[in-house]
């Protein structure tokens, strides 16, 4: 149990487009998801923190306004980069909450061009 | 806010032998301890965890310590295997507030 799956797996985009990507937990339901991003050989960052039918909880230094989360039920959160630039291009992971436990998504690696 | 520290960096053992990564954190009201494993290309993946109640727990070859009064936490892995090639991330949680450390890339030798 406890499975959370990301789409896509990776995405090539211009710049100054729009990406979205998804996470999933398919065999539960979670209250709360993370979404972090994690550059080559280092620790995952934490973006922002997605409540289920209220705003996300940014990290300092994370634009909300580029970065748009929308968690519209308890299995499905969303993150758009917006007006994405070739240094948005990074691997996107998210996590779901079952009670103290946190489980990853497999990641999304997102390359603009 | 939380600090977790990690230790070693990196970390090579030859097959069979054992490996331990340990971590430090900072805040005293961090209950929840958990480790991940991260293979190239994929997310993190939770092998094991413990809570602040438990001063130690294992599964298999893998077990975690922890102690609350020196603020530190580790993992142990025996009779180490290739596909334990992966690099490890310990993190520290107080109410879903989790921070994590900067990972341990470890490499089994066969």
């Known amino acids: 149990g406890a499975v959370v799956s990301q789409h896509p797996s990776w995405v090539i985009c211009k710049s100054g487009t729009s990406v979205k990507i998804e996470c999933r937990s398919l065999?539960?339901?979670?209250?709360?998801m993370f979404w972090y991003r994690q550059f080559p050989k280092q620790s995952l960052m934490l973006m922002a923190t997605?409540?289920?039918?209220?705003?996300?909880?940014?990290e300092q230094g994370v634009e909300k306004d580029k970065f748009l989360i929308n968690h519209a039920s308890l299995t499905l959160s969303t993150l758009t980069v917006t007006s994405a630039h070739p240094e948005d291009s990074s691997f996107y992971i998210c996590?779901?909450?079952?009670?103290?436990?946190?489980?990853f998504g497999p990641g999304t690696r997102l390359t603009v061009t | 806010g939380e600090n977790v520290e990690q230790h070693p960096s990196t970390l090579s053992v030859q097959e069979g032998d054992s490996a331990v990564i340990k971590c430090t954190y900072s805040?005293?009201?961090?209950?929840?301890f958990p480790w991940y494993k991260q293979e190239l290309g994929k997310g993190p993946q939770l092998i094991i965890d413990?809570?602040?109640?438990?001063g130690e727990k294992k599964d298999q070859r893998i077990a975690v310590t922890l102690n609350k009064t020196a603020k530190h936490f580790s993992l142990h892995i025996t009779e180490t295997q290739p596909e334990d090639s992966a690099v490890y991330f310990c993190?520290?949680?107080?109410?879903?507030?989790?921070?994590f450390g900067a990972g341990t890339r470890l490499t089994v030798k066969p």
């Open positions: 065999d539960f339901q979670a209250t709360t």
């Open positions: 996590s779901a909450d079952r009670a103290i436990e946190q489980y």
């Open positions: 997605s409540n289920e039918g209220s705003k996300a909880t940014y």
């Open positions: 413990i809570r602040s109640n438990v």
């Open positions: 805040d005293s009201a961090s209950n929840y």
């Open positions: 993190a520290a949680s107080n109410n879903n507030d989790m921070r």
